[in-house]
């Protein structure tokens, strides 16, 4: 379980983040639109774990851009929460695949054959 000090972290790189990526690194991304749905933070608050999500690009080659240039992202970071933190974290990020796991369940789910329930007057007979 997290501490109050990590969610407060969490939160706060999450925000500055998502921000980063919608105005600072459009030549990074490009026209893809990506989304930090989570961050996790070390108990130390060294590293922070970030899940990205894609929208209109291929997954795997964005997150391996975006992996190649977090020293930029960082810097990105430090220079927006460097006043409210003792250390600037280091960044890793990893696809989120909660979207396309609901979709599979979902699937699976619809898929079913689960026959009606019966009646409850012919029980009574």
Known sequence: MES???Q?????IQKELGDIFQRESKPLVGNAM???TRVLMSPDLGVAKIYLSFLLANN???LEK????KKEIRKHLGKRIGKSVRSIPELVFYPDDSSAYAQ??????GGLDIPEAPDDEEEED
């Open 60 to 62: 795997q080659e964005l």
């Open 8 to 12: 407060k972290y969490s939160k706060l």
């Open 4 to 6: 109050k000090r990590q």
């Open 66 to 69: 975006i992996d190649a240039h």
């Open 34 to 36: 990506v989304t930090v």
């Open 104 to 109: 599979h369940m979902d699937k699976i789910i």
